[in-house]
């Protein structure tokens, strides 16, 4: 029988060594370290707990920083670390790495596949779309240059 989660706990410093280390086998942990004030841990925190019902194979868990691992620097939030049996697989630390209020449910889940963590249905990283979109969108406002060897031959 599968362990089923299906929700996101909150632990403190105590629990990780149980909750996060000796998970068991077999057992992907996902765990949020996030402050309350910043917006995007707020947006992440909610994500995840989106996530935690879709994948219930999947056991993720939020923790204050602080309380987890004393003086981790605010700088470093939101940061989500990723677990296998108990061994660290993937970190995902700071700001720009989540590409800040923009990110999607959909953009995480497909991070969080790529680390083996979930089984995602998605055939592609969402994210990459908006990318395609946006340099079609910049390449068909560049201008076209057309004979341009004729043109440097006048000066």
């Not at 056991?59 to 061994?87: A, H, M, Q, W």
């Not at 449910?105 to 790529?114: A, G, I, Q, T, Y």
Request: hydrophobic share 35%.
């Amino acid at each position: 029988m599968k362990n089923v989660f299906g929700e996101m706990g909150e632990i403190s410093g105590q629990d990780y060594i149980k909750e996060v280390n000796k998970a068991g086998d077999g057992i992907w942990v996902v765990l949020h370290l996030y402050k309350q004030g910043i917006p995007l841990c707020t947006l992440i925190n909610q994500h995840l707990s989106t996530l935690a019902r879709k994948f219930p194979q999947t056991k993720f868990l939020k923790s204050i920083s602080t309380t987890c691992i004393p003086n981790y620097p605010d700088r470093n939030l939101p940061t989500i670390f990723v677990y296998f049996e108990g061994e660290m697989k993937a970190q995902f630390i700071g700001p720009l790495v989540f590409g800040g209020m923009n990110l999607k449910v959909e953009e995480l889940e497909w991070r969080l596949s790529e680390t083996g963590a979930v089984k995602t249905d998605l055939e592609e990283n969402p994210k990459k779309q908006i990318e395609d979109k946006l340099m079609s969108s910049i390449r068909s406002t560049l201008p076209t240059r057309k004979d341009s060897d004729s043109e440097d031959e006048d000066y």
